[in-house]
């Protein structure tokens, strides 16, 4: 008989499940009205914000993240929010100051964030124990997550390994954070039973259903004994998304697994999100294609995400018909770039190079900036050595940093709060992060705030005269 013991649920659909699925464009006002429900279910923790959320809250919404956080904070008080944070990148691009990193972790925990589930593409640990520290300062649950990919160097050993180091930083939970779906059934129960033997702290699983396999995969790492899955509400569930938050309850209902979630209550809810996805669907960000089987997956390695991409990138070029091509040149790069897992920052610089290496005829004639600096050492520790004749090719006799990429960057929060000021646009401490993050993002936005504080007034002595709202 298994052993009994209740599985929670990290629910997905506020921030993962339309990030994955419908470009990250669910509003605030398409969350709010359910939010009480939310709170009601018992879920172990609601993902809402991080990740794309805050750059498409930004770029594509005319919404403060910040106001999105605390109006979600004051509508779900009982259940613990959570986001996702690129360790030293937050939510930009690139590696930021440790200041910056202490300032953003402070502030989101202060604004009603209670787990952070911070990684580092390259699982590189230096890259994650500032945020790590930062978030166990100001008592918020810092959830470390390993990127979790395969290759040579990427055993089952490799990732238990990593979740003890992860530990003894001081994290409070670990994630298997399987971004591609690429982790398979009988591995997963492997790789959980590997990690509970050597960490005493939760162990949570997060999927995606891309290949077919996350329900599976889940089954199987619950019967290993992980503590957490992450599902997401069968609207916006499955196919590149996590698995449907609904039929899982339902299957442990009665095991020695049972999450104790009423299905009435989550039925309620996701009649809710049917009208968001037909609203997401009529608008063309939701596409049917996203809920297929796609078992190039499991072939390439290539995240749903970054399918799309290379998709798009070819388009531009007018060579649709190379994706081919492009797919199994793919984990070529992936191996001379020392098997950096897929996952945003890493994915876009390995499938761009590889676009390039097919569209020009000749591996490596051209290659893009964040090549060279991923074979410098810009990004982090690689999980392998590069192959040392592409090194030698792409960067000749420049030198490769060994150290802490973050080492290089003196503290940055005093400047960008100063340009911001001298620029006028700050309201709000917050707004330091947003500029530092996205500069001319959150500048944008900030004008179309500034500008919706005031209205043109035409009926008065018909002439135009702004009047605050």
């Known amino acids: 008989m298994a052993k009994e013991h209740k599985v929670r649920i990290t629910e997905t659909i506020l921030r993962d499940a339309h990030q994955s699925q419908a470009a990250t464009r669910m509003t605030t006002e398409e969350m709010l009205p359910v939010a009480p429900k939310l709170d009601q279910v018992g879920y172990w923790s609601l993902e809402c914000w991080g990740g794309a959320t805050y750059d498409s809250c930004l770029r594509y919404l005319h919404e403060d993240p ?93 990732f238990a390994d990593l979740a003890l180091q992860c530990q003894k930083m001081g994290a409070s939970s670990i994630c298997i954070k399987d971004m591609a779906g690429l982790l398979l059934p009988f591995d997963a129960y492997k790789l959980v039973k590997m990690i509970k033997e050597k960490v005493s702290i939760p162990v ?96 390439y390695q290539v995240p749903g995400g970054m399918l799309s991409n290379l998709i798009s990138q070819l388009k531009k070029q007018n060579a649709d018909n190379r994706l081919l091509e492009v797919l199994e040149e793919v984990p070529r790069v992936r191996e001379d770039f020392g098997y950096p897992p897929l996952v945003t920052p890493t994915s876009q610089i390995v499938g761009t190079q590889a676009v390039l290496n097919v569209l020009t005829g000749e591996r490596y004639k051209m290659v893009t900036k964040e090549s060279k600096g991923m074979l410098r050492g810009e990004y982090g520790r690689l999980p392998a050595e590069p192959n040392p004749d592409i090194v030698k090719k792409i960067l000749g006799d420049e030198p490769r940093i060994t150290h802490r990429p973050a080492d290089d960057i003196a503290p940055e929060m005093d400047k960008y709060r100063d340009e911001l000021k001298k620029l006028g646009y700050m309201e709000q401490e917050e707004d330091v992060l947003s500029y530092a993050m996205f500069p001319q993002v959150a500048g944008d936005y900030f004008k179309y705030r500034q500008a919706e504080k005031y209205k043109i007034d035409t009926t008065i002595s018909g002439t135009n005269k702004v009047q605050p709202i």
Request: aromatic share 6%; net charge negative.
């Open 204 to 299: 949570d699983l997060h999927t995606h259903n891309t290949a077919g396999v996350g329900d599976m995969t889940l089954l199987k790492a619950i019967e290993a004994g992980v503590d957490i899955v992450d599902t997401a509400l069968s609207p916006l569930g499955n196919g590149t998304a996590q698995p449907a938050t609904e039929p899982m309850v339902r299957i442990l209902q009665g095991s020695p697994y049972d999450t104790g979630l009423d299905m009435n209550l989550l039925n309620e809810i996701a009649t809710h999100f049917r009208g968001v996805a037909a609203r997401l669907t009529k608008d063309g960000y939701l596409d049917p294609r996203v809920m297929a089987v796609d078992i190039n997956a499991l072939i």
């Open 66 to 158: 910040w106001d999105r956080l605390r109006r979600l904070k004051e509508a779900i008080p009982n259940t613990p929010l959570q986001m996702l944070l690129r360790g030293q990148n937050l939510l930009g691009y690139k590696h930021y100051a440790d200041d910056m990193v202490d300032a953003f972790v402070k502030a989101a925990i202060a604004n009603g964030i209670d787990v952070i589930r911070i990684f580092d593409a390259l699982n590189d640990v230096r890259n994650v124990e500032t945020a790590v520290k930062a978030c166990v300062k100001y008592k918020g649950h810092a959830q470390v997550a390993l990127s979790y990919t395969t290759s040579p160097v990427h055993t089952l050993e490799y």
